[in-house]
């Protein structure tokens, strides 16, 4: 499907090129660096057609991935791909999770060698790292090919599961001490207009779990799902969530949750993101914000008071609240007369007051005010009006009301696992418009 | 050089440092070869040129060192397509690899990397490998074979034939693992693009296939889903329930993280829901289900949310009910891209409707006062979208345009201007008291659509603006330096106003003014013509100029971006594609899929068209966008017929003149002719074709120009809708075909083919001139070329002159090009014309199929040369022979010209042998008698011979076949002639004529 794949720095210049099939040729390929790359274009759109040649692309930091074709192919299937590279890439670089131009010019070898394993003939095919690094160990770990390939057993081992069902799990796991640990991430999106009335809202979860369990075992995960809990007992007082939407890691059998609403799976070895979930509907919201700016032109002045509320219980703390005030760019001086608890602080690099306030008990308000005085501009250009947006992880709250019933695990040597559950909420997009 | 810091890697390399990494490459040592080589493998990157290098590279490859291997690999496929010659020399290690006993990942190397270095000289060591693989014991390398096919398909469609490769990878359907299913998927898929369609979808491929779907990787499931959306199985083939069960089997995979494949899967649904037709509550229940994942696409990154609002898009104009309460979702968010800002405003105007529109308006008023300017501007624009498509909210709309003019904000107001005039457009006479804010406005219209708005506003609101007059006198002291659309608005408002105003005011010194500007300063064609139409008009009849300038304007609608059904099908069968996000159908932009349709050798696919329908259905379009009334139209041209008759008759006196041109320089002579056919002046030309512009209008009023265009478009769309036209032609064609055939029996109706194509120049360099045509037989027996002409080209096209070269078969066109003939550009115009065969001079007979003959039309616009390709079936004589002669003339063959064909299935038309035979006595080929052939099977014996001419049969050209038909429903033919290549036409044409549905 794909043509060609391609790294490309922010001055236009190819760091990898790794051809699949010939239709696209190389010049086409420096005419879209030239073109589009180096001259900032590519932000405008993710997909160009340029010459009868489609370039689907993303930039990460100062990387732009392109991949190359002169066919109708599947779009969202290669912009993901792009993604899954660079988290592949990122998983082999040292140290982990750095992408740049600099890894890549470090990992040259290493990238070509990946790029030949994880595509063919422009097709995606293995992508997923744990598995990739058994036996594609250039640069980075130690053990060496050498080993391997003695070792026909483990090979065999390698290729069944690449290509098999339960790709994301080897044989042969074994731990002293048996331990899960689960972790319920939700960010909650908000938008509220300037007269505070919600315009969307809703919580987006992730359950990450990180298993050291040995063998296969076989997993049963429950949570407080309205519709499940329907089904096994209509009677039931406690109602549960109503989710939106779900989406599970590969894992996990699609379609028994989809007859039974049942998630049963058998885990990848270490950390792994088990499913994302989507709800809308009756969202606590941890804070409320109350903004009042009051412009006055003629005098060249802004007045901003702001309150925060934390609406969850007293006996729980956020933590790490910021509050970003957005402020008119010409802004000349800025005037905190108070702020309630924490530091607010004008930053010219941001434009904005930054409110931070390090512990904040639940069921407190506190109040920010400020005054701001603007230097006249000749032109009219308005001034942008961001969101007030607001930062903060609230430990041991869920916005979404989401609560674990259970995890059962089963495995042949039928061992007792420890488990070990945490929620946290953090902000998503939580703005307020003024 | 202990350690060598990977930057080294990028570094200048002189032209030493190739003989050094040479050395290095023989270094006895694994560990400094391996950095030579990285280092050889860094210069390639960067496009420097080291194939010079190919030999110390090469023996490198003799390692066990997978990693090096690779490397080696690596380099190999990058120089095989430059030095096929040095190439072949790997060959061996590859043999050798990929027979590797021990280890999977290397013999599953070897496998993927042959498959790449694409050169022709060693397939053949290369095959017999691939074949091994394809039932290797290890899943890896049988995945990896799968992919080789479809790569050794693009290098040599033969060989995969020979070695039945495609039929190996359908057998991988059913392999239990599912990567191997998808991989084989995906590589049918893959030749498919190429070949047109070559699985046949059963129940039994599609159950194994969602039976591997839980089995597979996120990138496997998406080749089964998109292959399931590609090939559907036919509605009849599913058993009742059989629709719910496929569908049941589908969703799971709308809860999968990744999100091309709930688009995947979505596209699936949304195909087998086209077959439920009744159960309502059954399709909406399954859409239900569809909205929650694609609304959680808009949480994921922005790219991602592009390519899914665009298709949410065309979901919802398919489904609208899918999406129709969270419009929410689609408010844009600040830090959102503005490429997602835009598609999300487009889908917020197709969400709106009178519940949400209060939230919707307050939503876009504050975007309007966002500082992106084009974001703001669409935002104006939507605003005014919403307004003529809810009547109902017409009213809140233009109360938040009237607070945007407010703000003063120069692009806000010029926007707002815009949308108000459509606005106006579709509400005559209920807003005006906006006009006296819009004027306060006037000074800072810098943009040229505000300003021919407002000129338009000025114009139509004339009486009731008091200055009016100053307004335009102001407009009109810069309109020499105007753009165009600003003059043509100019003249259209002060006719208009002056025309109203009954010269009051100095409308009339203003009048003569811009229209003294118009016609002589003016340096515009198009301009001047409407300058002088409208002098002409006022000075000869001011009344009659009233009631035609003044007239009631067509109303206007909200639908400038909604698709044509046929379009938007087509689009939502390629959701997730690149074709959904351009939103073009493939073929008009993926060069190898316009290459199959040309090709015409395979013909199966094809649509079917009835001509004589069809230009019909032309000519009444060009009536009506023209706006002249049918019947006087029809008066007018039966006229011309007839003196066209005549003109016809005397051309036809001298035939032989025509054919004496000797040799390939007789289409110039004749060509050159054009004199002697007079041409006949269409009369009455209505005055509206002068300007060019209205055609594409089809208003009534005429002289409004801007008053045509309701909405600014986007590009693509507007692609889309034209090749939307075409479609519809298709479409039509189609359908009166069956009619046709339910009366009588008929020849295989050929279907067209571009044989000129638009984009090919002329002898004098002109291009834009496109034909399709098919050489066919009518209804009554008689010999025709069908022709579909377009002009794609900015300047009409006439004196139409056409001549076909003298060819073997001695076909020459009876009819003249008819007279007159006029296409105007972006016009389509089918014609018939009666072609007969003259034996006598004979050219070259042709080396393979089709026949091909060549052509030129000389016209107004260049002289063209083409070629005509003719089905041997068109060709043949009528004339049935006596058995006897027959059995003569075959056993008298002193020469034999076999040649062979199987074909593995018949159009599903043709039953049995009686099918068989009827279908192909009707086209010409007779049945001679029925016997049992050397191997003992019972087939049919058939003739044919082509058209005779003078000399009587040529016995050379007769061609008789055995036809066998085979277990699985499809014919083995083979056939004899004299001639050989009348053996190939032959077959060519039968695999036609049995393949084609009537």
């Not at chain 2, 074709?689 to 009023?701: E, K, L, R, V």
């Amino acid at each position: 499907m794909a043509s060609s794949v391609v790294f490309v720095n922010q001055k236009g210049d190819i760091l990898i090129y790794r051809r699949f099939r010939d239709d696209v040729s190389r010049q086409e390929v420096t005419n879209f660096c030239n073109c589009i790359v180096a001259t900032k274009a590519a932000k405008e759109t993710p997909i160009i057609n340029l010459d009868g040649v489609s370039f689907i692309h993303t930039t990460q930091n100062d990387i732009t991935l392109v991949a190359t074709t002169k066919g109708n192919v599947n779009a969202a299937m290669l912009m993901q791909f792009l993604y899954a590279l660079v988290t592949l890439c990122k998983a082999y670089f040292t140290p982990q999770g750095e992408f740049s131009e600099e890894q890549v010019r470090k990992n040259f070898a290493l990238i070509y060698e990946l790029l030949d394993e994880v595509m063919d003939f422009g097709l995606p095919q293995i992508l997923d790292p744990d598995l990739l690094k058994m036996y594609i160990t250039q640069g980075g770990a130690k053990t060496g090919a050498g080993a391997l390939q003695n070792n026909i057993e483990k090979l065999k081992q390698i290729t069944i599961q690449a290509t098999g069902a339960i790709s994301w799990r080897a044989e042969g796991i074994r731990y002293k001490r048996n331990e899960v640990f689960i972790d319920i991430i939700e960010n909650v999106n908000v938008l509220l207009s300037v007269r505070g009335t919600v315009l969307k809202a809703d919580v987006v979860g992730q359950v990450l779990v990180k298993a050291q369990l040995s063998g296969m075992p076989e997993c049963k995960f429950g949570i407080n799902d309205k519709l499940l809990i329907k089904n096994a007992d209509p009677t039931k007082q406690d109602r549960g969530i109503q989710i939106d939407d779900i989406k599970f890691h590969q894992c996990v059998r699609l379609g028994r949750f989809d007859r039974d609403r049942s998630i049963t799976f058998i885990p990848p070895d270490g950390v792994f993101e088990l499913m994302t979930y989507r709800i809308s509907e009756n969202i606590n919201l941890p804070f409320k914000v109350v903004p009042v700016v009051q412009e006055y032109p003629e005098l060249n002045k802004l007045e901003y008071s702001v309150k925060l509320k934390a609406i969850f219980e007293r006996t729980n703390f956020a933590s790490n609240v910021v509050c970003k005030v957005p402020v008119p760019p010409n802004s000349a001086s800025v005037k905190i007369y108070s702020a309630g608890a924490g530091k607010a602080k004008y930053e010219p690099e941001q434009n904005a007051i930054m409110w931070r306030i390090k512990k904040f008990q639940g069921d407190m308000e506190f109040l920010m005010s400020a005054e701001v005085v603007i230097t006249p501009l000749k032109s009219d250009k308005q001034w942008s009006k961001p969101p007030i947006s607001l930062d903060f992880q609230v430990p041991m709250f869920t916005g979404s009301g989401l609560r674990v019933r259970y995890l059962r695990i089963q495995d042949k040597s039928d061992y007792k696992p420890t488990k070990w559950i945490r929620y946290i909420t953090k902000a998503g997009d939580y703005n307020h418009r003024i | 050089m202990a350690t060598i810091d990977p930057f080294d890697f990028f570094k200048s390399s002189k032209r030493s440092e190739v003989a050094e990494l040479e050395l290095e490459l023989n270094h006895n040592k694994l560990e400094k070869r391996m950095e030579a080589l990285k280092k050889v493998i860094a210069m390639m990157t960067v496009g420097k040129d080291v194939s010079s290098l190919f030999f110390p590279v090469l023996k490198c490859v003799e390692t066990n060192n997978v990693d090096l291997k690779k490397l080696v690999y690596l380099y190999i496929i990058n120089y095989a397509k430059t030095q096929p010659d040095l190439a072949v020399l790997a060959v061996n290690t590859f043999r050798k690899d990929a027979r590797e006993r021990l280890n999977p990942l290397i013999r599953g190397l070897a496998v993927r990397t042959m498959g790449c270095i694409g050169v022709d000289t060693i397939l053949d060591y290369l095959c017999e490998p691939l074949k091994e693989s394809m039932g290797d014991e290890d899943p890896y390398v049988r995945k990896t074979a799968a992919v080789c096919v479809a790569k050794l398909f693009e290098i040599n469609q033969q060989r995969v034939e020979d070695y039945k490769f495609i039929e190996k990878l359908e057998e991988m359907l059913g392999d239990g693992n599912g990567m191997v299913v998808s991989n084989a998927v995906a590589a049918l898929t893959d030749i498919q693009h190429t070949k047109g369609k070559i699985v046949q979808m059963t129940q039994t491929i599609l159950y194994k296939l969602l039976n591997a779907l839980p089995e597979c990787s996120e990138w496997g499931r998406i080749y089964i889903l998109d292959f399931l959306a590609d090939n559907m199985l036919p509605s009849a083939a599913i058993k009742s329930g059989g629709i719910e069960e496929i569908i049941q089997r589908i969703v799971p995979n709308l809860a999968h993280s990744n999100s091309a494949v709930v688009l995947s899967a979505t596209k699936v649904i949304l195909k087998y829901l086209d077959y439920m037709t009744g159960d309502t509550e059954m399709v909406r229940s399954v859409c239900r289900k569809m909205a929650p994942p694609l609304i959680s696409l808009m949480n994921s990154e922005p790219e991602i949310q592009y390519i899914a609002i665009r298709n949410i898009n065309l979901i919802i104009q398919k489904r609208p009910y899918i999406i129709d309460k969270e419009v929410r979702v689609f408010f844009c968010n600040f830090q959102d891209p503005l490429y997602v800002k835009l598609e999300k405003l487009e889908i917020l105007i197709r969400l709106a409707d009178l519940k949400n529109v209060d939230s919707l308006l307050n939503e876009l008023k504050d975007y309007a006062q966002e500082v992106d300017v084009l974001f703001v501007r669409r935002s104006i624009s939507a605003i005014g979208r919403i307004a003529i498509k809810l009547d109902r909210a017409a009213d809140r709309c233009i109360q938040v345009l009237h607070q945007l003019i407010n703000t003063k904000i120069d692009y806000v107001v010029q926007e707002a201007i815009i949308v108000i005039k459509d606005i106006f457009r579709k509400y005559p006479n209920r807003y005006e008291s906006i006009i006296k804010d819009l004027c306060e406005n006037l000074k800072a219209l810098d943009n040229v659509d505000a300003r021919a708005s407002m000129i338009w506003i000025v114009g139509e609101y004339g009486d009731r603006i008091d200055n009016a007059v100053d307004l335009l006198t102001n407009f009109s002291q810069s309109f020499k330096d105007e753009a165009r659309k600003v003059q043509h608005a100019l003249l259209n408002a002060t006719v208009k106003l002056f025309l109203k105003v009954e010269g009051n005011g100095g409308a009339e010194e203003l009048v003569q003014d811009v229209l003294r500007m118009a016609t002589e300063e003016s340096d515009n064609p198009d301009l001047r013509n409407r300058g002088y139409i409208y002098w002409k008009m006022l000075s000869s009849n001011p009344e009659m100029a009233k009631q035609i300038i003044l007239c009631e304007k067509p109303t206007i609608s909200e639908d400038a971006s909604t698709l044509e059904p046929q379009i938007l099908d087509k689009l939502v069968g390629n959701i997730s594609m690149l074709s959904s996000v351009y939103y073009k159908v493939p073929d008009t932009f993926v060069k190898k899929i316009r290459d199959r349709i040309n090709e015409r050798l395979d013909l199966e696919n094809e649509e079917v068209q009835v001509i004589s329908q069809q230009s019909k259905q032309a000519q009444a379009e060009y009536v009506d966008s023209t706006g002249v009334k049918k019947s006087e139209y029809i008066k007018e041209s039966q006229v011309a017929q007839a003196t066209y008759m005549v003109d016809l008759l005397s051309l036809d006196d001298q035939p032989p003149m025509k054919q004496g041109g000797a040799g390939t320089n007789a289409i110039d002579d004749l060509l050159g002719i054009i004199d002697t056919t007079p041409p006949v002046q269409h009369s009455t030309q209505p005055v509206q074709q002068q300007h060019p512009m209205q055609i594409n209008g089809g208003g009534s009023d005429l002289l409004d120009l801007i008053d045509t265009t309701a909405h600014v478009q986007q590009p693509s769309i507007q692609a889309v809708q034209s090749s939307a036209l075409d479609d519809l032609l298709g479409g039509m064609g189609q359908e009166s075909h069956t009619e046709t055939l339910l009366q009588k029996a008929q020849f295989v109706k050929v279907p067209y083919q571009v044989v000129l194509n638009g984009q090919t120049a002329g002898q004098k360099g002109q291009q834009g001139l496109q034909i399709e045509a098919a050489f066919q037989r009518d209804g009554n027996g008689a010999l025709v070329l069908d022709m579909k002409l377009t002009n794609l080209s900015t300047v009409p096209i006439s004196d139409c002159l056409m001549k076909l070269n003298q060819n073997h078969f001695g076909l020459a066109l009876h009819d003249p090009f008819p007279t007159p003939f006029t296409l105007r550009p972006q016009e389509s115009r089918s014609l018939t014309l009666t072609c007969h065969q003259n034996r006598a001079p004979g050219g070259p007979p042709p080396l393979r199929p089709p026949v091909l003959i060549q052509a030129g039309i000389n016209c107004s616009l260049d002289l063209f040369y083409f070629t005509l390709p003719a089905l041997l079936q068109v060709l043949l004589s009528p004339t049935q022979l006596e058995y006897q002669m027959c059995s003569r003339i075959w056993s008298s063959f002193p020469v034999m010209q076999e040649c062979k064909m199987t074909m593995p299935s018949m159009s599903a038309q043709i039953t049995n042998g009686h099918a068989l035979i009827t279908r192909l006595q009707e086209n010409r080929i007779y049945y001679l008698n029925q016997a049992t052939n050397e191997q003992g099977s019972e087939v049919l014996y058939v003739y044919c011979s082509p058209e005779e001419g003078d000399q009587g049969v040529n016995q050379h050209e007769i061609v008789v076949a055995e036809i066998g038909i085979t277990p699985t429903g499809g014919v083995e033919i083979q056939a004899t002639s004299q001639s050989g290549y009348m053996s190939l036409l032959f077959l060519q044409a039968v695999k036609f004529v049995l393949s084609a549905n009537t």
